[in-house]
């Protein structure tokens, strides 16, 4: 476009320079001042012509540098007030798209951290609903390498946990068995990326959270039975002691059948007291210390 405007330039201004040598060649001082003229315009045409072009030269310049995603080279102000008040604004959106730039990539990384480090199970599908992502957290809870459930849909991955988790709906939280006692707690939720959603889980193992969860019920139950049977057996022991030494109030015919069946019914509570303290001393029992042994 420039080229174009130069060489219309020079066209206007040869030929009126042809018809003033035309119209003047008699008069060769007039002449030469209006060649000098025309020349004269002919520059000033041009260097107008490359001012007017400047501004477009920097949006084109600059639009390459955003083409290529260079964040750093900006304009230097050369004295026009309209250019310069284009640099300026040019030199300020540079600034803040860099800084967008390096926040969003130490978001990125930040994010990829906790996601790797994360105890929590973590799967991404992209539009097509195939896995794309999955952080060490779900590889353990599901027992399988990242390679093999990269690219596969939840249905595929032949368990009835897969299954489960493609009919879950969107949003909800279910617990789903695993294997065997295994439950695992699933979060099932969806992003918008680039506009669309887009689907992820989250997997949490409740197995040992369950098992510590019944076993504390289990130890407050045998604790309140052990105290509630000790108690009773107690008072019934101590009433039993108190009867046997009626016995020589009795008839000697009588008094053996009585004191035998008191020494039954004491021994039956001894027995049960046995079996309720051992049975409290299991959950007693402190951690197993390993050591080698040959």
């Not at 310069?84 to 994010?111: A, C, P, S």
Request: aromatic share 10%; proline share 3%.
């Amino acid at each position: 476009m420039r080229g174009k405007f130069i060489l219309y330039l020079l066209v206007i201004h040869l030929l009126f320079a042809g018809f003033a040598a035309f119209s003047l060649w008699e008069h060769r001082i007039w002449l030469l001042a209006l060649e000098v003229f025309f020349l004269l315009s002919f520059l000033l045409a041009v260097r107008l012509l490359h001012a007017l072009f400047k501004p477009i030269d920097l949006v084109l310049t600059g639009a390459e540098f955003i083409k290529e995603r260079d964040f750093t080279s900006k304009f230097l102000k050369i004295g026009q007030l309209e250019v310069d008040q284009l640099i300026v604004i040019y030199n300020r959106m540079i600034d803040q798209l860099r800084e967008e730039r390096t926040r969003l990539q130490e978001q990125h990384y930040f994010l990829e951290r906790v996601l790797h480090a994360s105890p929590s199970g973590i799967l991404t599908c992209d539009f097509d609903e195939k896995i794309s992502y999955v952080n060490p957290g779900a590889e353990k809870i599901l027992q399988a390498p990242a390679e093999t459930l990269l690219g596969k849909k939840l249905f595929e991955l032949d368990t009835r946990f897969g299954e489960s988790l493609n009919l879950m709906p969107a949003g909800e939280s279910q617990v789903i068995h695993l294997q065997g006692r295994r439950r695992v707690k699933c979060q099932k939720s969806q992003y918008l990326d680039q506009g669309f959603p887009r689907t992820f889980i989250l997997l949490e193992e409740l197995t040992e959270e369950l098992r510590r969860s019944e076993k504390a019920a289990y130890e407050k139950l045998i604790r309140m039975m052990s105290h509630e049977i000790n108690n009773s057996t107690g008072a019934v022991q101590s009433l039993l002691h108190s009867c046997l030494n009626y016995q020589t109030q009795l008839r000697e015919d009588d008094r053996r059948d009585f004191a035998n069946a008191l020494q039954v019914a004491i021994l039956r509570i001894d027995h049960l007291n046995t079996f309720m303290r051992g049975f409290a001393n299991v959950i007693k029992l402190p951690p197993p210390r390993k050591q080698p042994c040959n």
